[in-house]
């Protein structure tokens, strides 16, 4: 029997052949995207999110009121009236913040590379990416993926809320408006980092014309669901779930209702870890005796909800070191991911309850992902460059439309092995 010979020792075949190129020039793989899913695309729009465009200004602010001056009152016909005008109108504050990323290449590896452009029958080479639009891929990623880390990521006072914006000038994060300190100021207390005396400019902690009701909700879980029997209770997830739902579901009454505040829902959107979403799954599946696809067959359960409102899992929420290392607060000296254990034992899922139409992005009309003019780069003739900038920040004008369920001991750990 002749052996064969491969192929590849067939020189005029390797000489005359290139290789078969099967991702078309246009859809170069992204492995780069960190996150599975991004939040702050669902705050920003679809189908529960929004977003504000704004122009100028030397802030942003918002109008509001905490305190009514309880002038309704009871009276006999013809008593003596004492009248009064309560001025009771206040202003929360944030100042625009510059986001800026760019994408560069250099004139000969574009323009050598454009088959369509330089490429023909009697002239050709293997062309096998886009490489510009690979120059975008990877910048458009970078984006996306630097935004989603921030906006979980620890709350900074000099960089968020001071009006000289520290070094860089930060957007705030989610954790600056929905976090577990005192009064909802991060880091109040302990040697974490620096204190948050304010947010948006209001104080929290302070009585002065109700400024204390700028504050989120919480609800607090203290047992793992692990059989169908512990269901019932409430102080499992699900029934924190419940009282939140309490806690951050408005009314308007039957007249005047133009002065009242949007109570609708249908913009409110619950995030958590994946491990957090799982939990909450499991609960959702556990008191079923069949699946819930018709067929019986699949027991996954796709898109969990409470109250039609969704449970979204958030990437970032798994590391984010959010929590303080100690359940007694002013003992806390760094801030730790949901995963680790606390000293005082709390360990577990956050669920964050995020109604969109109180907290959003405010963008800047006319630099929101705006890719700016095309520059050479300076002493550089074959360097070019397009800077693209985002101008905004996060705002939140209603903390007490806003939640955070946590966990009251170390609970569901098996979840983080």
Sequence with gaps: MVNGTPLSLHNSFMEATGPLIVTDV??????????KTYSFGALMGGDRGMKKMVGGGTEMRFETFFETGSRTRF?????QQEWAQPQKLLHGRSHMRYLITDMAWTLQAVMQNEKLR??????????YANLKRHYEQVMWTDKWDFM?????????FNEMESAAGGEFGKWYSIAAFINEYTNGLYNTGGGAGTAWTTIHGLDPSSTVQGQNRFQQATSVYSNEVISNGQLPATTTILGAFEKMWKKVHFERPPT?????????YNNQQIFCSPEGQTA???ICRAFQDMYVIETRQDPAYPMPAFNFIPVKYVDALTSATLYPNNTTVASATDNIAEGTQATGNRQGPRYYWINSNYLYPCFHEDMFFARQKIREAFNDPDTFVMPVRTWGNF??????RQG????SGNLYSGLYS
């Design 256 to 264: 005047m209702q133009e002065y009242f505040s949007d109570p609708s």
């Design 148 to 156: 989603e880390n921030h906006m979980w990521s620890e709350p900074d």
């Design 26 to 35: 246009n859809a170069v793989i992204n492995d780069a995207q960190r996150f």
């Design 280 to 282: 909450y799954t499991m």
């Design 395 to 400: 705002k939140c004008v209603s903390r007490m």
């Design 75 to 79: 009276h006999q016909p013809g008593a």
């Design 118 to 127: 330089y490429g023909s029958e009697s002239q050709r080479f293997q062309e």
């Design 404 to 407: 955070l369920i946590r966990p």
